[in-house]
């Protein structure tokens, strides 16, 4: 496997790559969140890689020329990224994954920068939120992403109300949540709100793949994917389009790291569990939802179904 870093200041974008031996014709740019994230991009990147595709793991917020934290996060690094894919390695199928947060820039990439074969969402949501500080509590009064300096239209989720991290029973779904849950679907309740934020997944021009648990512990995923896919019937989408969404799934979903080479990873999935309740209380379902999402989403990219 052939292993490339960059910055932002020499590259305009933070990243890490991973590349089969042999090279591909096939990359992914995978979204997933910070730098500093609990679960490094650059291990997603390694699993493509196992697949003979090259990924190419692109950092939100965290290191140095990015946002300290997830607020006003610019669209056009991207640009840069998808170039030196075309350019430097001369890859011509290129698809884009985002992964939760990640979802919103792998959409919003799909549209803006363009020329991506496939769009793959993983516990997504369908409106851009308002941007926090590092803290994740302090709402900066900003969306959480940008283009061409310009602010993407998004939905306030106040946590004033509620403690992210906190447990609780909803009205609206019959297996307990977290307050970050409750907070987002306060959030997508404000109709007026959600009308101008609502991502404009049409415009994306790629074969779209939507995964989700249907007991998502951290935002109301499967009703995002309802929301998308509806949305591109509506507006007379004519691309390919192919939900997923796993009865006792978690937010924890999608593609996952090599489990032989990641060993010390999967022992923490007891940990894991405490803070995804879903995941801990399916964790034999939601292991086999790893395995299939991960099936899915190769055959997604290499245009196998």
Same mark, same amino acid.
């Given at each position: 496997? $052939?292993?490339?870093?960059?910055?932002?200041? @020499?590259?305009?974008?933070?990243? %890490?790559?991973?590349?089969?031996?042999?090279?591909?014709?096939?990359?992914?740019?995978?979204?997933?969140?910070?730098?500093?994230?609990?679960? =490094?991009? $650059?291990?997603?990147?390694?699993?493509?890689?196992?697949?003979?595709?090259?990924?190419?793991?692109?950092?939100?917020?965290?290191?140095?020329?990015? +946002?300290?934290? +997830?607020?006003?996060?610019?669209?056009?690094?991207?640009?840069?990224?998808?170039?030196?894919?075309?350019?430097?390695?001369?890859?011509?199928?290129?698809?884009?994954?985002?992964?939760?947060?990640?979802?919103?820039?792998?959409?919003?990439?799909?549209?803006?920068?363009?020329?991506?074969? @496939?769009?793959?969402?993983?516990?997504?949501? %369908?409106? =851009?939120?308002?941007?926090?500080?590092? *803290?994740? @509590?302090?709402?900066?009064?900003?969306?959480?992403?940008?283009?061409?300096?310009?602010?993407?239209?998004?939905?306030?989720?106040?946590?004033?109300?509620?403690?992210?991290?906190?447990?609780?029973?909803? =009205?609206?779904?019959?297996?307990?949540?977290?307050?970050? /849950?409750?907070?987002?679907?306060?959030?997508?309740?404000?109709?007026?709100?959600?009308?101008?934020?609502?991502? =404009?997944?049409?415009?994306?021009?790629? *074969?779209?793949?939507?995964?989700?648990?249907?007991?998502?512990?951290?935002?109301?995923?499967?009703?995002?994917?309802?929301?998308?896919?509806?949305?591109?019937?509506?507006?007379?989408?004519?691309?390919?389009?192919?939900?997923?969404?796993?009865?006792?799934?978690? %937010?924890?979903?999608?593609?996952?790291?090599?489990?032989?080479?990641?060993?010390?990873?999967?022992?923490?999935?007891?940990?894991?569990?405490?803070?995804?309740?879903?995941?801990?209380?399916?964790?034999?379902?939601?292991?086999?939802?790893?395995?299939?999402?991960?099936?899915?989403?190769?055959? /997604?990219? @290499?245009?196998?179904?």
């Amino acid at each position: 496997m $052939i292993y490339e870093n960059f910055t932002m200041k @020499k590259d305009g974008f933070t990243g %890490h790559l991973a590349e089969p031996d042999g090279g591909s014709d096939r990359a992914v740019i995978i979204i997933m969140g910070g730098e500093q994230s609990l679960l =490094p991009g $650059i291990k997603f990147a390694e699993r493509f890689a196992d697949y003979g595709i090259t990924g190419l793991a692109v950092s939100l917020f965290g290191a140095e020329g990015l +946002p300290a934290s +997830p607020d006003r996060i610019p669209l056009d690094m991207f640009r840069p990224a998808v170039r030196y894919l075309r350019e430097a390695k001369h890859i011509a199928h290129i698809s884009v994954y985002g992964q939760s947060m990640g979802s919103i820039f792998a959409l919003l990439c799909a549209v803006y920068i363009g020329g991506f074969e @496939k769009l793959i969402m993983v516990s997504p949501t %369908h409106v =851009p939120f308002e941007g926090t500080l590092a *803290d994740k @509590k302090t709402m900066t009064g900003h969306s959480v992403v940008t283009y061409l300096g310009k602010e993407i239209p998004y939905v306030t989720a106040d946590f004033s109300h509620f403690r992210a991290g906190r447990y609780m029973r909803h =009205p609206a779904v019959p297996y307990k949540v977290t307050g970050m /849950w409750a907070a987002y679907y306060k959030a997508y309740c404000d109709k007026e709100g959600v009308e101008k934020a609502e991502l =404009p997944i049409e415009r994306c021009g790629a *074969d779209v793949l939507l995964i989700a648990g249907a007991m998502d512990e951290c935002w109301y995923a499967g009703y995002s994917v309802k929301r998308l896919s509806a949305r591109l019937k509506r507006k007379g989408f004519c691309r390919q389009v192919k939900t997923v969404v796993f009865p006792h799934g978690s %937010h924890l979903n999608g593609l996952m790291p090599n489990r032989q080479r990641e060993r010390k990873l999967y022992r923490m999935i007891p940990l894991i569990g405490l803070f995804y309740r879903t995941f801990g209380r399916y964790r034999k379902e939601n292991m086999e939802y790893f395995a299939r999402a991960e099936k899915e989403i190769v055959a /997604w990219v @290499k245009g196998e179904k």
